[in-house]
């Protein structure tokens, strides 16, 4: 075991705080990673706050890594010591079942461990990427392609693969109408990533404050939603409908703007139930439907393709002992439009 610097929230109520933690031996299948970047998504602050659950205090969350192999194991075969590399949202799943064997690693039907608050294999709780180093099978490492500036690539690894994941299952392309509901982490990954796939793309946002970055992100329309009017006049017009909001919305007003077999898919994960009356979803044979995180052969699909696209996030690094206002900014919906923890100030 090693003692490594980490930021960790010591309850649901109380700020973050440094402190250190434990990080398993290098074991023959393991790569250990100096850790140079974490994004801050918003499922930290759900997860660290209970809002999706009870925890086990105290806990280190940030699924959004990337930094350099200090130290690879015997029979590890695809990363080298000195390799620029990136972990996401789980590192581990059963390998066996059908998703597993599908590349869904994420649907695994066992359960895929998170890279936080999960359950490991020797029954400890995982501690995530608000530390200085991290150690993880090598199966579940990505490849961070050297074209992508290296503190921007960090929310490819969350927000990016949440949302090239639904935007490729359901075609976004040429031809094909797209809005993003919310510009935050995600929503400004799926406008850059729509547009570069050929989608037409809208944002709907709550105001027009962001209409100006949400247009040079690569969209062609932009409506606050705050106005009853947008509802009238985009009714039944998209193909397809990314929700990225972490609160609670009103469905049905969204899901009409569908048009004929247009799909609405949730990856925004408000702890509240999302009502809805089935009828919006028989008027014009609309779906609902949700998306969680990517696979990893998936994920590192994703990545080249950034790469390949010139794509990168908006981001602003802080210092560690920023993380609790970063939060606070986060929940107001003013982050422009992600925030990355510079690890070197863990302390
Ligand atoms: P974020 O940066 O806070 O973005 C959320 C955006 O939603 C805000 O920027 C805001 O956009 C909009 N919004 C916030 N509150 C709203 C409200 N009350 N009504 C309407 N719009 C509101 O968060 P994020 O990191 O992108 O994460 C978004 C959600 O996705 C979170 O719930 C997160 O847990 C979830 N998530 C899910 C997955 C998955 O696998 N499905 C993966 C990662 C994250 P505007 O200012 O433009 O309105
Ligand atoms: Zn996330
Ligand atoms: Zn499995």
């Given at each position: 075991m090693r003692t490594v610097k980490a930021y960790a929230a010591p309850s649901a109520t109380e700020p973050l705080v440094p402190t250190t933690i434990q990080r398993r031996d290098v074991g023959p299948k393991d790569v250990l990673i100096k850790i140079a970047y974490a994004g801050i998504c918003h499922s930290d602050i759900h997860t660290v706050r209970g809002e999706w659950g009870p925890q086990q205090y105290p806990l280190t969350v940030g699924h959004e890594i990337v930094g350099v192999v200090e130290e690879a194991g015997?029979?590890?075969?695809r990363h080298r010591v000195g390799d620029r590399v990136g972990v996401g949202?789980?590192?581990?799943?059963?390998?066996?079942?059908a998703n597993c064997r599908a590349g869904e690693e994420q649907y695994c039907l066992n359960g895929n461990v998170g890279t936080y608050a999960g359950v490991d294999r020797d029954g400890s709780i995982t501690q995530g990427g608000y530390s200085t180093h991290i150690v993880v099978v090598e199966d579940f490492v990505l490849s961070v392609p050297e074209s992508i500036p290296y503190e921007a690539a960090a929310p490819l690894l969350c927000a990016g693969i949440t949302t090239y994941s639904p935007l490729a299952h359901w075609n976004a392309g040429p031809g094909k109408k797209v809005a993003v509901v919310g510009l935050g982490g995600l929503g400004h990954m799926a406008v850059k990533i729509a547009s570069a796939m050929g989608a037409e793309v809208t944002v709907l946002s709550?105001?027009?404050?962001k209409q100006d970055d949400g247009k040079r992100f690569g969209a062609e329309h932009y409506y606050a939603t705050?106005?009853?009017d947008t509802f009238k006049q985009l009714e039944?017009?998209?193909d397809l409908i990314i929700n990225t909001v972490s609160a609670k919305i009103d469905l049905d007003a969204y899901l009409s703007?569908?048009?004929?077999?247009g799909t609405m898919v949730n990856v925004g994960a408000p702890a509240d139930a999302l009502p809805l009356h089935v009828f919006t979803l028989f008027n014009q044979r609309r779906s609902f439907a949700g998306s969680g995180i990517g696979g990893i052969r998936e994920t590192q699909e994703m990545l080249d393709f950034c790469a390949q696209h010139g794509i990168a996030p908006e981001i602003e690094v802080v210092s560690a002992d920023a993380i609790n206002e970063a939060y606070e900014r986060v929940l107001s919906s003013d982050v422009r439009y992600r925030f990355v923890i510079d690890t070197a100030t863990l302390g």
């Amino acid at each position: 075991m090693r003692t490594v610097k980490a930021y960790a929230a010591p309850s649901a109520t109380e700020p973050l705080v440094p402190t250190t933690i434990q990080r398993r031996d290098v074991g023959p299948k393991d790569v250990l990673i100096k850790i140079a970047y974490a994004g801050i998504c918003h499922s930290d602050i759900h997860t660290v706050r209970g809002e999706w659950g009870p925890q086990q205090y105290p806990l280190t969350v940030g699924h959004e890594i990337v930094g350099v192999v200090e130290e690879a194991g015997s029979d590890v075969t695809r990363h080298r010591v000195g390799d620029r590399v990136g972990v996401g949202c789980m590192v581990n799943s059963c390998r066996e079942c059908a998703n597993c064997r599908a590349g869904e690693e994420q649907y695994c039907l066992n359960g895929n461990v998170g890279t936080y608050a999960g359950v490991d294999r020797d029954g400890s709780i995982t501690q995530g990427g608000y530390s200085t180093h991290i150690v993880v099978v090598e199966d579940f490492v990505l490849s961070v392609p050297e074209s992508i500036p290296y503190e921007a690539a960090a929310p490819l690894l969350c927000a990016g693969i949440t949302t090239y994941s639904p935007l490729a299952h359901w075609n976004a392309g040429p031809g094909k109408k797209v809005a993003v509901v919310g510009l935050g982490g995600l929503g400004h990954m799926a406008v850059k990533i729509a547009s570069a796939m050929g989608a037409e793309v809208t944002v709907l946002s709550q105001s027009l404050s962001k209409q100006d970055d949400g247009k040079r992100f690569g969209a062609e329309h932009y409506y606050a939603t705050s106005d009853p009017d947008t509802f009238k006049q985009l009714e039944s017009t998209f193909d397809l409908i990314i929700n990225t909001v972490s609160a609670k919305i009103d469905l049905d007003a969204y899901l009409s703007l569908l048009r004929l077999d247009g799909t609405m898919v949730n990856v925004g994960a408000p702890a509240d139930a999302l009502p809805l009356h089935v009828f919006t979803l028989f008027n014009q044979r609309r779906s609902f439907a949700g998306s969680g995180i990517g696979g990893i052969r998936e994920t590192q699909e994703m990545l080249d393709f950034c790469a390949q696209h010139g794509i990168a996030p908006e981001i602003e690094v802080v210092s560690a002992d920023a993380i609790n206002e970063a939060y606070e900014r986060v929940l107001s919906s003013d982050v422009r439009y992600r925030f990355v923890i510079d690890t070197a100030t863990l302390g």
